[in-house]
């Protein structure tokens, strides 16, 4: 079922065709469509009028359309608005022969804002201007934030770093795929040959055996779960352990410090369209384009993983798949 098959109002220079529409003082619903648009995200609006009184809503729906509903004393219309058609009519009105378009109000803007810059060049000056100037301020408020970051980290409650060994300790490991820049590549050496202190014991970062990537996969699907589809993959980085220089076998935590603070990669796939006309109950605050955690088998989790892994960490990892499920 498309919004082309809703019925269309009469008397309408634009194609709006009916959804819903009842009357209050009996509760009788003369018309109801039968069938859902869902909303997108971000892309609602309640409409107030003068004295703050609810007049009705206006938002964008899945597919290109917009729901408009308005609420009157003694009834309320649901309407269902086709962008792609109206911009097909309202194309087509400006293309016929004999049309004049008359822009009310221009010459007034043009008189009050831009009157006095008629050269293009200097309208261009402005905006070149205007950016640097906002460029140069996030510059120096990214600057700020940095040096704040870097006193913070140099030293935490009672640790205090000895040296980095060249690792940027501010940088935390995101906690999706998609945040990954495109072309990094993890090295082997992630967050070896940190020093700390720490009540009078020196700690170095240091890892046994190859350096791991281990793949869970889990799912709520069996446990009772309403509606659950999914089973999720996620990729657990084995980071360095902090040890004490003279015994090794004396170990600390260092969550504190960005860098070691998380370990795990949620993997995730984009959303198609049939996947919410499959799922809506469990897609029906998102739309399609989204990158969206889970897959509907463990091989789809771990094709995910297999490509990821060997796009951002290669020959040098080793990968190990732990199926929770």
Do not use: C
Not at 167 to 179: A, V
Not at 260 to 273: A, C, D, P, R, V
Not at 292 to 304: L, M, N, S, V
């Amino acid at each position: 079922m498309t919004v082309k098959d809703l019925p269309i109002l009469g008397n309408v220079e634009i194609p709006v065709r009916l959804m819903h529409y009842d009357h209050k003082k009996d509760n009788k619903r003369f018309f109801q469509s039968g069938f859902a648009f869902f909303g997108v995200a971000d892309d609602q609006a309640d409409v107030t009028g003068p004295k703050g009184e609810d007049l009705g809503s206006i938002g964008g729906k899945m597919g290109g359309h917009y729901q408009m509903t308005q609420n009157r004393d003694e009834d309320r219309i649901t309407v269902i608005l086709d962008v792609e058609e109206a911009w097909n009519q309202i194309s087509n009105f400006f293309e016929s022969q004999g049309v004049k378009v008359k822009l009310e109000g221009i010459e007034e803007i043009y008189k009050k804002y831009w009157a006095k810059h008629e050269k293009l060049e200097g309208i261009a000056q402005m905006q070149e201007e205007s950016e640097k100037a906002e460029r140069a301020r996030e510059r120096m408020k990214e600057e700020k934030e940095k040096k704040i970051q870097e006193e913070a980290i140099r030293k935490i409650d009672e640790w205090e770093i000895i040296d980095d060994n060249g690792w940027d300790l501010n940088k935390e490991i995101p906690g999706y795929d998609y945040h990954i820049e495109e072309d990094y590549q993890f090295p082997r050496n992630l967050g070896l040959g940190v020093r700390i202190t720490k009540n009078g014991e020196f700690y170095t970062s240091r890892r046994e055996g190859s350096p791991t990537v281990i793949l869970d996969i889990t799912t709520w699907r069996g446990t009772g779960a309403v509606g659950a589809i999914h089973y999720y993959g996620t990729l657990k980085i084995k980071l360095p352990d902090f040890t004490r220089d003279d015994r090794h076998t004396y170990g600390t935590s260092t969550w504190e410090i960005p860098l070691f603070k998380n370990e795990s990669i949620n993997l995730t796939h984009i959303l198609e369209e049939w996947e919410i006309k499959r799922y809506p109950d469990n897609y029906a605050d998102n739309r399609p384009g989204q990158h969206i955690r889970g897959f509907y088998t463990p091989d789809g989790a771990k094709r995910a993983a297999q490509e990821f892994f060997d796009k951002h960490f290669g020959q040098d990892w080793e990968l190990v798949i732990e199926e929770n499920y």
